[in-house]
């Protein structure tokens, strides 16, 4: 017995389609800010966000990986990275000699922050700017069913 496969409706393909163009574009804008503003990239502010707002600064390499877009292989080396320009140190997971820690340092804060403004920036340029209020409400919600 064959089962008929599940095809969408043009809309749902259309709005697919249009969500991911729509995320590609915005996240090529957003990164060519970070570029002309001699920032890193947004992989870095990724990472040292949500090091600042976990607790004591720290996290475990999986949690930081369940937390942002990144793949496992690429989070190590971005880790490694940070490590080396002092933006994050690598502590001894106490229960675990095995595990590690990464904590973010005053320097990775501090970077977070300068990131942070031009980030905030091109959010309002690229996003902000061509949505009214209450279309971003909306817009955030619809999204929001997906998460």
């Not at 920032?39 to 976990?54: G, I, K, N, T």
């Not at 502590?91 to 804060?109: H, K, L």
């Amino acid at each position: 017995m064959s089962e008929k496969a599940l095809e969408p409706s043009e809309a749902s393909t259309r709005a697919w389609t249009s969500v991911m163009r729509a995320r590609e574009r915005l996240l090529a804008a957003i990164e060519a800010d970070l570029k002309a503003a001699g920032m890193p990239p947004l992989a870095w502010y990724d990472v040292l966000w949500e090091l600042a707002r976990a607790q004591d600064g720290r996290l475990r390499p999986y949690e930081i990986e369940e937390r942002t877009l990144l793949a496992q292989y690429n989070l190590s080396r971005l880790i490694d990275r940070l490590e080396r320009e002092g933006l994050v140190r690598r502590e001894v997971f106490a229960r675990d000699g095995r595990g590690r820690w990464v904590v973010i340092t005053e320097a990775g804060r501090q970077l977070r922050e300068r990131i942070w403004t031009v980030y905030a920036g091109s959010i309002e340029t690229h996003v902000g700017r061509k949505l009214a209020e209450s279309e971003a409400k909306a817009l955030a919600g619809l999204l929001d069913r997906f998460l």
